[in-house]
């Protein structure tokens, strides 16, 4: 929260290529560190870990949108290239990253510590590939505008465009949740210490994530519906999924037998989880087309790591106070966000309809006989 946004936001002044580059090296310092026991060193790496995590979702997204615009690309590529990244990234590379780091440590058995140094070595390979294909580019880069500066014009475009205050509050709310689902979810399944197969479960969410984002390629593929139009279902969707762990609390009865195989009750909420992991992947991909048609160019960067403070501040405040509410209440808690969200998309969509409605009604008063453009 402190130290990344700081660091993402020069993104946008300095570079987004160089941005990409300092991603690369600061998160291999941060694979270094984990060869050290000593906790001063572990925790430099956690702040570079910090500052790496802030450009991995900013930079790379601001230098991909202004590339595509500048080289006069179709809009529509831009919603089915976003979509294959969430497909391939976060989904198949992800599981295979999995099982290479399993592969490393178990069945090779180089240490709890190889796939840091594996992830150092496809990082290197990436500064690589950037420093010898990519071109520059920037958002603001006027000499006159200091960091302070461009904080100040990214809080008054959000505070002066509702659009990207709302697409900053729903990003805050369902990443929020989503984070807090990430520390909540094992223990759910294994409430009485359950054996319960971690490994499996993980590549299945994968899997519901990669399913999710073939979905969202095909429905930004299409005119209709738009993207605010659906994803306020995903929203009710994800909402609904996360309440399960609350109703299955009250309708079956839970077990007290310590151990064993995972429950009725598990099943059931691993059911409803996979429906959440389908809808994040349907987000990521959406929420990117979103901020590439509502953020301006200039501030790009600098925007998008504002969005990431309330977030980091509220998953700072679940896990402090993790143990001081029952599961249950902190799953409730994240489907309440998740239909604020809901409430948000809506208001969202409404928001970006009045320039079609205004425009169609200046037309019909020039021409009253004319007929309603399709979306």
Same mark, same amino acid.
């Given at each position: 929260m402190l130290f990344g946004t700081i660091v993402g936001s020069l993104a946008d002044k300095q570079g987004r290529r160089r941005a990409c580059v300092t991603y690369c090296i600061t998160y291999i310092l941060s694979c270094i560190t984990k060869h050290s026991p000593e906790y001063k060193v572990l925790m430099i790496g956690r702040v570079l870990g910090g500052i790496a995590t802030s450009l991995l979702f900013s930079a790379f997204e601001s230098w991909l949108v202004a590339e595509h615009n500048k080289r006069g690309f179709e809009q529509q590529w831009l919603s089915l290239t976003f979509s294959k990244a969430i497909f391939l990234g976060n989904g198949l590379i992800a599981i295979l990253s999995g099982l290479f780091g399993n592969l490393l440590v178990d069945s090779l058995s180089l240490g709890?510590?190889?796939?840091? +140094? &594996? &992830? &150092? !070595?496809?990082?290197?390979?990436?500064?690589?590939?950037?420093?010898s294909s990519w071109t520059e580019n920037y958002g603001d880069a006027s000499e006159n505008k200091n960091l302070l /500066?461009?904080?100040?014009?990214?809080?008054? &475009?959000? /505070? *002066? +465009?509702e659009k990207i205050a709302l697409l900053g509050a729903i990003q805050s709310l369902f990443e929020g949740s989503m984070y807090t689902f990430v520390f909540l979810w094992t223990p759910a399944l294994s409430p009485n210490d359950e054996e319960i197969p971690h490994g499996f479960i993980f590549a299945t969410?994968?899997?519901?994530?990669?399913?999710?984002? *073939?979905?969202?390629?095909?429905?930004?593929? $299409?005119?209709?519906? $738009?993207v605010e139009s659906y994803m306020q279902i995903v929203f009710v969707i994800s909402s609904v999924s996360l309440m399960l762990p609350i109703i299955t609390n009250f309708l079956v009865a839970p077990s007290k037998v310590k151990g064993g195989r995972i429950s009725f009750a598990g099943c059931l909420q691993l059911l409803g989880? !996979? /429906?959440?992991e389908a809808c994040v992947g349907i987000f990521w991909p959406s929420i990117m087309k979103m901020r590439s048609q509502y953020i301006p160019e200039e501030a790009r960067s600098t925007i998008m790591n504002f969005f990431r403070i309330p977030l980091n501040i509220f998953v700072c405040i679940v896990l402090y106070n993790v143990n001081a509410f029952p599961i249950t209440v902190m799953f409730g808690m994240c489907s309440i966000f998740l239909f604020v969200a809901s409430i948000l998309q809506r208001r969202l969509m409404a928001i970006s309809d009045k320039p079609k409605m205004e425009s169609w009604t200046a037309m019909t008063e020039r021409d009253p006989e004319a007929e309603p453009l399709n979306d």
């Open positions: 709890p510590v190889a796939p840091f +140094d &594996a &992830a &150092a !070595c496809f990082l290197a390979i990436g500064m690589a590939i950037i420093l /500066t461009q904080f100040r014009g990214a809080a008054v &475009a959000i /505070t *002066s +465009d969410f994968m899997l519901a994530s990669m399913l999710g984002s *073939s979905l969202a390629s095909r429905l930004m593929a $299409r005119s209709s519906p $738009r989880f !996979c /429906t959440f």
